[in-house]
């Protein structure tokens, strides 16, 4: 039997509002490209009926919509938490404004991406590479909800969609901003794919429990990675 | 009916110092009824969307009110405009364009030509400073403006000139509205719509490619009746005609909803009259009244007889193409590129990048994996 005797501390790193963020993010991005992806190009499986007998497609539109308020108050919500969380959730993790930033996430380059040195990435929550790449996807995000919502406001009388129908002049019309709406949706998918693939792979290499830690919250640390951190925090604290 | 030019006025401009006719009494000269003349004022105010009363004030202000002088050019265009408009089935919504908004100068319509053609025009800008109104079929060139001249001037020059005391610009058609063809990539003459070219003027986007002859007759009747432009939307479209997509208005929606489409033109789904989306229809991106008005005195549109709506009402129409594929091409990316095809590209790449880290993984961090210099000191020893 193979087993390790090393000192490690748990860290609360992902309190209980973030990781209900997290799983509806999830759950509406996966219904929201589906749906998406349908309403784009459906499948006509259906033949030789009248459509009286139907409201398929209308179903599929209508749960696009909802996920879509869902998605977009869900993101609303988490802003907020970027203002009042813990450490690990604030707004600052995700803007590289810090020279210390940009040096991690070349570090993070050199170790997880081009593989070309071992050095360890002390960073206690997500790395500022990671940090960096979820900055863009928020970007996306409000891009897909001002091109959404752009949409929908012609066929809505709702107060909300409405503040987004600038969007429509503004690209010159519905059609760009159909298509814009589409390719950003290929950026989720992309992302999906390469997000939960670099879960596992942290996991793997790491071993700090990061996939579980959405669930639980809590990351298994090395303990002097920890007592950097203090101390750097103390040290910040007293300036 | 409509070829009831007149010619002598046209080439003597005196006449505008006389008592400008009414609507109405140009009208009944023209040998219409009075029951007509109320039956194409009932449809205007329905086509604007006018409350009951309103019927009488576009039938008072039609009575009342003298001709509005009209100055109308065509620039970088096909004429498609004015052909819709003479080919509208009401007798007195061809009269209108034809001499019953006192057309002063219209290039294909006139009568005159070469001199008088000009004085024409040159005299309504003289004796209603102000008032006329500027209509304009076409897009105006702007990488060289020598691509567009008339009378030996550009169609810039001769807008500029026009429009700078005019009441009102009304915008005919996709052209100059928002460029159409002639602004499709690569926009060899730099074509580009009035509004981009004149500022400080109300200018009314009347789009479609042609706009429908009801839409532009309830434009003008608007204008006449209540002295101002008609309200607009963010892109400068009438909204009593274009605020609502082709697609909300479409009678085979219906199919849309229930998921019944189309997959070929001779298809078991062609036949029941299903939904066109798969077909590329850009109903649902299109804003227009089609489906409401519909065209050749509300004899059909285009979907009606099964052909998917192109968009002709939406800027940029043509670079959003294919007309029968419902995802545009990805500029930049060649002919039958679409967003999927990228995406999906994107997507298998990003898979075997995966695939490739996860190997290299395996191989140069064989030592963090098993984590041999991290093991406590006992299992060292043994090793």
Redesign the interface.
């Known amino acids: 039997m193979?087993?390790?005797?090393?000192p490690l501390r748990e860290v609360y790193v992902w309190e209980f509002p973030v990781r209900l963020y997290h799983w509806i993010n999830a759950l509406v991005i996966t219904s929201l490209c589906i749906t998406g992806y349908v309403i784009?190009?459906?499948p006509?499986?259906?033949?030789?009926?009248?459509?009286?007998?139907?409201?398929?497609?209308?179903t599929?539109?209508f749960i696009h919509f909802v996920s879509a308020f869902l998605f977009f108050f869900n993101f609303v919500f988490r802003t907020y938490w970027g203002f009042v969380g813990n450490e690990f959730s604030r707004w600052y993790n995700y803007i590289p404004l810090k020279s210390k930033q940009w040096k991690e996430i070349i570090d993070v380059i050199k170790v997880d991406?081009l593989?070309v040195t071992?050095k360890g990435i002390d960073s206690i929550g997500h790395n500022a590479l990671a940090s960096f790449v979820y900055f863009i996807t928020f970007l996306i995000f409000v891009f897909q909800c001002i091109t959404g919502f752009g949409m929908y406001a012609?066929?809505s009388t709702a107060f909300l969609p409405k503040l987004f129908?600038?969007i429509?002049?503004f690209l010159?019309?519905?059609?760009?901003?159909?298509?814009l709406h589409?390719?950003l949706?290929?950026g989720f998918?992309?992302f999906s794919?390469?997000h939960v693939?670099l879960v596992f792979?942290h996991d793997?290499?790491e071993?700090r429990g990061v996939t579980s830690s959405m669930i639980g919250g809590w990351k298994f640390i090395e303990e002097d990675a920890v007592e950097r951190h203090d101390s750097e925090e103390k040290a910040n604290s007293e300036k | 009916m409509y070829l009831h030019l007149r010619p002598i006025e046209l080439f003597n401009t005196d006449f505008m110092k006389e008592k400008q006719p009414t609507f109405y009494e140009e009208v009944i000269d023209g040998g219409l009824s009075r029951k007509d003349f109320l039956k194409f004022c009932t449809t205007m105010a329905a086509f604007l969307g006018l409350e009951t009363s309103g019927v009488g004030q576009i039938v008072h202000a039609l009575e009342t009110k003298p001709r509005l002088p009209v100055i109308w050019f065509h620039f970088q265009e096909c004429t498609c405009c004015s052909e819709s408009f003479i080919r509208a089935s009401h007798p007195i919504v061809a009269n209108i364009v034809l001499d019953k908004i006192s057309l002063d100068y219209q290039e294909t319509l006139m009568a005159a030509s070469g001199v008088q053609a000009e004085n024409a025009y040159k005299a309504v800008m003289e004796k209603f400073p102000g008032e006329y109104i500027v209509m304009v079929e076409g897009s105006i060139p702007t990488e060289n403006e020598a691509y567009c001249c008339i009378g030996g001037r550009s169609a810039y020059q001769i807008l500029e000139e026009a429009a700078k005391n005019a009441k009102a610009v009304v915008a005919w058609g996709n052209c100059a509205s928002?460029g159409c063809v002639q602004a499709a990539s690569p926009n060899p003459t730099g074509a580009k719509p009035v509004h981009k070219v004149i500022s400080g003027k109300p200018i009314i986007n009347v789009q479609g490619c042609p706009p429908i002859a009801d839409v532009m007759a309830g434009v003008v009747v608007h204008l006449l009746t209540f002295d101002r432009i008609p309200q607009l939307?963010?892109?400068g479209r009438p909204k009593a005609f274009y605020s609502?997509?082709v697609h909300?208005t479409c009678y085979r929606r219906?199919?849309?909803?229930?998921?019944?489409?189309v997959?070929s033109f001779d298809d078991?789904?062609a036949k029941?009259g299903y939904c066109l989306?798969?077909m590329g229809c850009?109903g649902?991106?299109?804003?227009n009244s089609c489906g409401i008005i519909k065209w050749n005195d509300g004899i059909s549109y285009p979907i009606q007889s099964g052909h998917p709506c192109i968009?002709c009402s939406?800027?940029?129409?043509w670079d959003?193409g294919p007309f029968y594929r419902?995802?545009?091409n990805?500029e930049g990316f060649g002919i039958e590129t679409t967003?999927?095809k990228?995406?999906l590209g994107?997507?298998v790449a990003?898979?075997v990048g995966?695939a490739g880290?996860?190997i290299?993984?395996n191989i140069?961090?064989h030592?963090?994996?098993?984590?041999t210099p991290?093991?406590?000191s006992e299992?060292l020893k043994e090793l």
Do not use: C
């Open positions: 193979r087993s390790r005797s090393i784009g190009d459906p006509a499986f259906m033949k030789g009926t009248e459509a009286y007998f139907n409201y398929w497609f209308g599929v539109r991406v593989q071992n012609a066929m129908a600038w429509v002049p010159g019309g519905d059609m760009q901003v159909r298509q589409h390719i949706m290929w998918i992309l794919i390469v693939y792979y793997y290499i071993r | 928002a939307d963010e892109l609502r997509r909300d219906a199919n849309f909803d229930a998921g019944l489409f997959e078991e789904g029941r989306y798969k850009k649902p991106v299109t804003y968009g939406e800027a940029g129409f959003n419902h995802l545009p990805v967003a999927d990228i995406g994107l997507g990003t898979a995966i880290h996860a290299v993984t140069r961090k030592r963090d994996i098993s984590n991290n093991v406590d299992t």
